[in-house]
């Protein structure tokens, strides 16, 4: 299965190693995980804000939600959801309701979770709903050291 161009040419274009893992179709980055047999604190999720000059990603593990009151005060700004229309026009390479974790690969800023600061490995959409990109956690650290790091989310108990 191959993932989204655009992550691809980001992923090559910085020298970054990566696996592609299949798994069957799934509706979340929960379900995901489990149907992938990893931890869902070791996959990252992408979910797209709107901020008062543009689109924000925030990138936080699958076990997670956005605490969009905790983020917006790290902003000094108000912060709201982006629809799934506004996310599949910039994730156009995507299936709708894929939202990689890779900013720069779309030409977003970004905020990370703390909880991903770890140094294991890594997984993300790959652009559709049945491919996960695998990173050892040395290089999503390296993709993600320009990006500021915050506490923004909490644990999801559902």
């Known amino acids: 299965m191959a993932i989204a161009i655009s992550l691809q040419q980001y992923l090559e274009g910085h020298g970054v190693d ?3 893992v299949t798994h069957m179709p799934t509706h979340s980055s929960r379900e995901t995980a489990r149907a992938s047999l990893i931890p ?6 992408g ?12 990138i936080v593990p699958a076990s997670y ?13 108000p912060i709201v959801l982006a629809s799934e229309i506004e996310a599949s026009a910039i ?14 690969a779309y030409d977003l800023t970004a905020v990370l979770d703390k909880n991903l600061e ?6 993300f959409e790959g652009g559709d709903h049945r491919s ?5 956690g040395g290089d999503f650290q390296r993709l993600m050291h320009d990006i500021p ?3 923004i989310a909490a644990r999801n108990n559902r």
Not at 47 to 58: E, S
Not at 132 to 136: D, I, K, T, W
């Open 47 to 58: 979910v797209l804000l709107r901020q008062d000059d543009g689109y924000l990603l925030a």
């Open 132 to 136: 996960l990109v695998h990173l050892a």
């Open 149 to 151: 790091h915050a506490a």
């Open 91 to 104: 994730f156009g390479d995507c299936a709708l309701g894929s939202v990689p974790p890779l900013a720069g």
């Open 118 to 123: 770890s140094p294991g490995d890594v997984y």
């Open 40 to 45: 869902e604190d070791r996959l990252a999720k």
């Open 65 to 77: 939600r956005v605490e969009l009151d905790e983020l917006s005060k790290f902003l000094g700004q």
């Open 18 to 20: 990566y696996d592609v």
